[in-house]
């Protein structure tokens, strides 16, 4: 079946450490996105990828990195430079034809720091 | 600024009871407005893409409309199942394909 996997669907980052969400599409599109989702607060943009080997900051992309050296992934590193990290990251890609304005979303990623 | 604002934040219905939810948009030139179920824990899941004023789409017991300032997401006869957020975004003409999201609608509907 076509569509985006994030994993792992939970995980827990002690103080201090770094940690990796991965993003997976077969949905051969071009555009990937992540965004992090709090309570009351709309999807917030970190990251956006239009092509391979090329991405750009969103909204608060500070205390995060990615990485696009596959169509296929989009990798969300969340720094120890993130203060505030705990939060619902989801994955989304955009593309292909007949509907290549509308995203779609992976099942998420709830990140928390103990 | 673009902008999107849904109303109401939470809408509690009985079951059968129909009702209207807003998304109010303010973009420079909207390419496309979405709509967007979410239930606990999960990704949001596609409902409908629309792109000009006047356009409706139909999914079940959903009808998205859309006019130069606004969509509505109607909900014809709602069973408890169709208890989620229900989210929209808007995406301008800008170039930049950056979405922005309105906080949703909790729904919720009583048996």
């Known amino acids: 079946d076509g569509g985006i996997t994030q994993s792992p669907k939970y995980l827990f980052r002690k103080e201090g450490q770094n940690v990796t969400l991965s993003c997976e599409q077969n949905l051969n599109h071009d555009a990937m996105y992540w965004y992090r989702q709090d309570p009351g607060q709309g999807l917030r943009l970190i990251y956006y990828?239009?092509?391979?080997?090329?991405?750009q900051k969103g909204d608060i992309a500070e205390g995060y990195s990615v990485s696009r050296e596959k169509k296929e992934s989009f990798p969300l590193t969340v720094t120890s430079a993130q203060k505030n990290p705990t939060a619902f990251y989801l994955c989304?890609?955009?593309?292909?034809?007949?509907?290549?304005?509308?995203?779609?979303f992976g099942p998420g990623t709830r990140l928390t720091v103990l | 600024e673009d902008q999107v604002t849904q109303s109401p934040e939470a809408l509690r219905l009985q079951e059968g009871e129909s009702s209207s939810l807003n998304c109010s948009y303010t973009?420079?030139?909207?390419?496309?407005l979405f709509w967007y179920r979410q239930d606990p824990g999960k990704g949001p899941e596609f409902l409908f893409t629309l792109y000009s004023a006047g356009e409706e789409k139909e999914k079940e017991r959903l009808k998205a409309t859309l006019t130069k300032k606004e969509s509505f997401l109607h909900i014809t006869a709602p069973k408890p199942e169709d208890s989620a957020t229900y989210l929209c975004a808007a995406l301008s003409t800008s170039g930049t394909y950056k979405y922005i999201f309105g906080t949703g609608t909790r729904l919720k509907v009583l048996a």
């Open positions: 973009v420079s030139g909207l390419r496309g």
């Open positions: 990828s239009q092509i391979v080997n090329d991405f």
């Open positions: 989304a890609s955009r593309g292909g034809t007949g509907s290549r304005d509308t995203q779609y």
